[in-house]
């Protein structure tokens, strides 16, 4: 008979008290007549097992275009391949900085980044607080299935859509803006207006996503906690101050703290649905920019170091994100 | 609660159900607006008489995308994508999670495995690295580079473990007892008990599939590889016609004037249209479950 290490703890009549680990291991060795490593590994092969196909895949599609990246510092030529093309040590970084238009698009992708990240905290707790007041169960969930429909089309589909109605010769956006006496604008193709363009349909795609998050922790706000401030006198504006956002407060934290990763993701699918040679100044961004020196210039050593510094400076926000989450929402990863 | 009914009160009500209205007619209005346009004539559409309702009433966008082998081979090309694309995520999935969903005492590298996905989170090689790998692996042109290269969701993974991690230990070890081994365990324990966690993140894995078209740019190189996506981004939004033979070019003019456009944009979103409402039961439970743990 075999007595495993796992069924003894189950039944626990081998507690640490009564039989010292040596002791127990000893009596293991005696009746499996195995040593420990082999006893471990007869308990957890199917599980080293199971992680097979994943690690498979992970370590193809994940790591090894990471050792891709010594690319950066050759002057990769495709039909060379990596171990035959020549290493030119730093000089692909040196002609990033060299690059005339690297600081505006590093400022580009920070900007609207940035705006996204503050508008998309604003607007969905706003959203969610306001949704909370509805008494009516199905006025409330209708309400919520319409706010998040954009969320599920993707940003070619939804461009389209804006392009049609952004328009300036056609677009119902438009027109509205005519009856008001407003002039066409043309949203798309001008530098002033193109980076709040992206803010706002970015918000409006995805703000009805963000209220669920924001709506679970408000249902979990404790009610006599609105019934104890209404005796002190506390009226509909000030609960929402006292109760409701401090209730908020953690999970509020926790979508900062995991949104600090994102600074350097201004949103790539958009913007390059969106945006045309006119509004580079304003609307290239890290990644549009990689993806035409890449793919569309074949410069793969000075695409990959762009992608590469990019890839650092977001290693080093999410790291910085997870710590800080850790830190003040005790959020785990796993 | 003690309710109020004061003046104030009930000005809030009434303002704030208008407001919310309106911002729900804002999410619904431009899918309603390329609807109308879609079944409106060429000429109402392109003088900019349509708002939200038809003007002209006519089918002929339609029988126009519907009637192209183009659109219609896309769009297989996405059905395909979609089915083995989820089919094999899900399948990675559920046996990614057991093993890392496990305490450490009971499986000694599972903290070591656990970073070895989270890394990929992290840091990544960049769009190029990726591209030639995939290229290298001779799968462009093929549906293995839309499929291979994502098939493993390292959020979901993460959001299942913890799923799994929830589930009461008891089960687990009553199994064990009855002589299951992980296989058994997992089948016949975990995947029937994590079902809405399961249907939460096949619906994200389906919706992912269905939007993508980025990866249909890169890794294909000819138009008839294209998935529905990818097809409209060239169609609708670039009006990108280098790849398009001489003999096409017609078809294309065709397929993108603003009627057909938007016949074309409501084509491809109506699966999601009807697919996401049925399921927002099981995902408002995923998503609150996996954004926040105990």
């Given at each position: 008979?075999?007595?495993?290490?796992?069924?003894?703890?189950?039944?626990?009549?081998?507690?640490?008290?009564?039989?010292?680990?040596?002791?127990?291991?000893?009596?293991n060795i005696?009746?499996?007549?195995?040593?420990?490593?082999?006893?471990?590994?007869?308990?957890?092969?199917?599980?080293h097992?199971?992680?097979?196909?994943?690690?498979?895949?992970?370590?193809?599609?994940?790591?090894?275009?990471?050792?891709?990246?010594?690319?950066?510092?050759?002057?990769?030529?495709?039909?060379?391949?990596?171990?035959?093309?020549?290493?030119?040590?730093?000089?692909?970084?040196?002609?990033?900085?060299?690059?005339p238009?690297?600081?505006?698009?590093?400022?580009?992708?920070?900007?609207?980044?940035?705006?996204?990240?503050?508008?998309g905290?604003?607007?969905?707790?706003?959203?969610?607080?306001?949704?909370?007041?509805?008494?009516?169960?199905?006025?409330?969930?209708?309400f919520?299935?319409?706010?998040?429909?954009?969320?599920?089309?993707?940003?070619?589909?939804?461009?389209?859509?804006?392009?049609?109605?952004?328009?300036?010769?056609?677009?119902?956006?438009?027109?509205?803006?005519?009856?008001?006496?407003?002039?066409?604008?043309?949203?798309?193709?001008?530098?002033?207006?193109?980076?709040?363009?992206?803010?706002?349909?970015?918000?409006?795609?995805?703000?009805?996503?963000?209220?669920?998050?924001?709506?679970?922790?408000?249902?979990?706000?404790?009610?006599?906690?609105?019934e104890?401030?209404?005796?002190?006198?506390?009226?509909?504006?000030?609960?929402?101050?006292?109760?409701?956002?401090?209730?908020?407060?953690?999970?509020?934290?926790?979508?900062?703290?995991?949104?600090?990763?994102?600074?350097?993701?201004?949103?790539?699918?958009?913007?390059?649905?969106?945006?045309?040679p006119?509004?580079?100044?304003?609307?290239d961004?890290?990644?549009?920019?990689?993806?035409?020196?890449?793919?569309?210039?074949?410069?793969?050593?000075?695409?990959?170091?762009?992608?590469?510094?990019?890839?650092?400076?977001?290693?080093?926000?999410?790291?910085?994100?997870?710590?800080?989450?850790?830190?003040?929402?005790?959020?785990?990863?796993? | 609660?003690?309710?109020?009914?004061?003046?104030?009160?009930?000005?809030?009500?009434?303002?704030?159900?208008?407001?919310?209205?309106?911002?729900?007619?804002?999410?619904?209005?431009?899918i309603?607006?390329?609807?109308?346009?879609?079944?409106?004539?060429?000429?109402?559409?392109?003088?900019?008489?349509?708002?939200?309702?038809p003007?002209?009433?006519?089918?002929?966008?339609?029988?126009?995308?519907?009637?192209?082998?183009?659109?219609?081979?896309?769009?297989?090309?996405?059905?395909?994508?979609?089915?083995?694309g989820?089919?094999?995520?899900?399948?990675?999935?559920?046996?990614?999670?057991?093993?890392?969903?496990?305490?450490?005492?009971?499986?000694?590298?599972?903290?070591?495995?656990?970073?070895?996905?989270?890394?990929?989170?992290?840091?990544s090689?960049?769009?190029?690295?990726?591209?030639?790998?995939?290229?290298?692996?001779?799968?462009?042109?093929?549906?293995?580079?839309?499929?291979?290269?994502?098939?493993?969701?390292?959020?979901?993974?993460?959001?299942?473990?913890?799923?799994?991690?929830?589930?009461?230990?008891?089960?687990?070890?009553?199994?064990?007892?009855?002589?299951?081994?992980?296989?058994?365990?997992?089948?016949?324990?975990?995947?029937?008990l994590?079902?809405?966690?399961?249907?939460?993140?096949?619906?994200?894995?389906?919706?992912?599939?269905?939007?993508?078209?980025?990866?249909?740019?890169?890794?294909?190189?000819?138009?008839?590889?294209?998935?529905?996506?990818?097809?409209?981004?060239?169609?609708i939004?670039?009006?990108?016609?280098?790849?398009?033979?001489?003999?096409?070019?017609?078809?294309?003019?065709?397929?993108?004037?603003?009627?057909?456009?938007?016949?074309?944009?409501?084509?491809?979103?109506?699966?999601?249209?009807?697919?996401?409402?049925?399921?927002?039961?099981?995902?408002?439970?995923?998503?609150?479950?996996?954004?926040?743990?105990?």
């Open positions: 008979m075999r007595v495993y290490y796992s069924d003894v703890e189950i039944f626990e009549p081998l507690s640490e008290q009564t039989f010292p680990l040596t002791a127990r291991l000893q009596l005696e009746v499996n007549g195995m040593n420990g490593l082999t006893r471990i590994w007869k308990r957890e092969w199917p599980l097992f199971m992680l097979i196909p994943g690690l498979f895949l992970v370590l193809l599609f994940s790591y090894v275009p990471m050792a891709g990246i010594i690319m950066a510092f050759q002057k990769y030529v495709p039909n060379k391949g990596l171990f035959g093309s020549p290493f030119i040590g730093m000089k692909n970084f040196q002609l990033l900085i060299d690059y238009d690297i600081g505006r698009i590093f400022f580009n992708t920070m900007f609207i980044a940035v705006m996204k990240i503050a508008a905290l604003f607007v969905p707790i706003t959203i969610a607080i306001l949704l909370n007041e509805l008494r009516r169960e199905w006025i409330k969930r209708t919520q299935t319409l706010v998040y429909l954009p969320h599920f089309m993707s940003w070619v589909l939804l461009s389209g859509i804006l392009v049609d109605i952004l328009s300036p010769s056609s677009g119902i956006f438009n027109q509205v803006l005519g009856w008001f006496g407003v002039k066409p604008i043309f949203f798309l193709g001008s530098n002033d207006w193109f980076p709040y363009v992206m803010v706002a349909s970015d918000v409006w795609k995805e703000f009805g996503f963000g209220t669920i998050v924001y709506l679970a922790a408000l249902t979990s706000i404790n009610p006599s906690l609105y104890a401030a209404a005796m002190d006198g506390a009226g509909r504006i000030k609960q929402t101050f006292y109760v409701t956002l401090p209730g908020m407060m953690p999970i509020i934290v926790l979508m900062l703290t995991l949104n600090i990763g994102n600074v350097l993701n201004a949103g790539f699918e958009q913007i390059f649905n969106l945006y045309s006119p509004v580079y100044e304003s609307a961004i890290i990644d549009t920019f990689v993806y035409r020196m890449g793919v569309q210039q074949a410069q793969f050593g000075f695409a990959t170091a762009v992608g590469l510094l990019k890839s650092i400076v977001s290693f080093l926000f999410v790291s910085l994100s997870y710590v800080l989450a850790y830190r003040l929402a005790n959020y785990r990863i796993f | 609660m003690i309710t109020d009914r004061s003046l104030g009160r009930r000005v809030f009500i009434a303002g704030n159900f208008t407001f919310l209205f309106l911002i729900s007619f804002l999410c619904l209005m431009p309603m607006h390329i609807l109308a346009i879609s079944f409106s004539s060429g000429a109402a559409a392109a003088a900019g008489k349509v708002s939200l309702w003007v002209d009433f006519t089918t002929a966008a339609y029988d126009n995308v519907f009637g192209k082998p183009e659109y219609l081979r896309a769009f297989w090309v996405s059905i395909q994508r979609v089915l083995l989820t089919a094999l995520s899900m399948a990675l999935m559920i046996v990614t999670a057991y093993p890392l969903s496990k305490d450490p005492r009971q499986f000694r590298l599972r903290t070591f495995y656990a970073w070895v996905f989270v890394f990929t989170i992290l840091f090689g960049g769009l190029i690295p990726t591209y030639l790998t995939v290229k290298n692996l001779g799968m462009i042109d093929t549906l293995w580079a839309l499929v291979l290269p994502t098939a493993i969701p390292v959020f979901n993974v993460i959001l299942l473990l913890n799923f799994y991690r929830n589930l009461p230990k008891e089960l687990e070890e009553s199994s064990r007892i009855d002589g299951a081994g992980h296989f058994k365990t997992l089948w016949k324990i975990y995947v029937p994590s079902l809405p966690a399961l249907a939460t993140t096949g619906l994200f894995t389906v919706v992912g599939h269905w939007n993508s078209w980025f990866d249909g740019m890169l890794y294909m190189n000819h138009t008839e590889n294209y998935p529905l996506q990818t097809f409209l981004q060239t169609v939004i670039k009006m990108d016609f280098r790849f398009i033979k001489a003999e096409q070019a017609e078809l294309m003019v065709k397929l993108s004037d603003r009627t057909s456009r938007a016949a074309q944009i409501f084509v491809a979103a109506f699966p999601i249209l009807i697919v996401y409402p049925f399921l927002q039961r099981f995902f408002i439970k995923g998503i609150v479950m996996g954004s926040v743990k105990e």
